[in-house]
């Protein structure tokens, strides 16, 4: 897989949850560290998505918002 976005977390799919248009994808990282990814039900389907598979988080973004109690 060759992308641009730099920021690439190898995951494990922990859980899917669908909605009636999209679904919410827990992906765990190695450490133990959990992603939430909210992608189309079609998303889902054509990645053929499925519990315990290995993927990827992609993360790219303009701006990352960092927060203090």
């Known amino acids: 897989m060759k992308i641009s976005a730099r920021n690439q977390l190898p995951a494990t799919v922990k859980e899917i949850r669908r909605g009636a248009v999209n679904a919410e994808v827990v992906l765990q990282l190695a450490g133990g560290q959990e992603i939430v990814s ?14 315990g598979q290995k ?14 109690d």
Do not use: E, M
């Not at 909210?38 to 519990?51: E, F, P």
């Not at 993927?55 to 203090?68: D, R, T």
């Open 38 to 51: 909210i992608v189309t039900n079609a998303a889902v389907d054509s990645l053929g998505l499925k519990q």
């Open 55 to 68: 993927a990827f988080a992609v993360v790219k973004a303009s701006s990352v918002l960092i927060g203090v």
